[in-house]
């Protein structure tokens, strides 16, 4: 008789410890759970991005302002591209030729930057910095 209810009250210990657990488990996973889901997110495209696809810079004209950072994403099914500014622009946009990836320029003063790939002339794109 003693022993039975000794188990039963040990039960009933471990029944509350496991709630407790439980309880704690759902605070702490609400906690981590908004930390955790912007990194599981797709990541967002960065702020005045240009895609380079399709043989193509879409938009292939952007206006920025003073201070802020361009980033052209290339992915052209592995064709590969560059960005290259016209005439004094070529000392700030001058990018490797890239398949993949991304290449960014800051622009610190106001102007209006042509470029092209000089792999395709065809290819061309403005920025425009207020
Ligand atoms: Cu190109």
Known sequence: MTAHRRFASKLRHIALAMLLLVLLAAC???????DASS??????PPANAV???????SPSAIT???GDTVTWRFD????????????????????????????SVTFTKPGVYHY??????QMTGTVTVE
């Open 28 to 34: 702490g996973g609400s906690d981590s759970g908004s």
């Open 76 to 103: 052209d099914n592995g064709r590969p591209h560059n960005v290259t500014g016209d005439q004094d622009a070529a000392a700030i946009i001058k990018s490797p030729i890239i398949k993949k990836g991304d290449y």
């Open 51 to 57: 895609d380079v696809k399709d043989m193509r810079f």
């Open 116 to 121: 092209t790939c000089t792999l395709h002339a």
């Open 39 to 44: 990194p599981s997110a797709e990541t967002p």
């Open 64 to 66: 920025v302002k003073v």
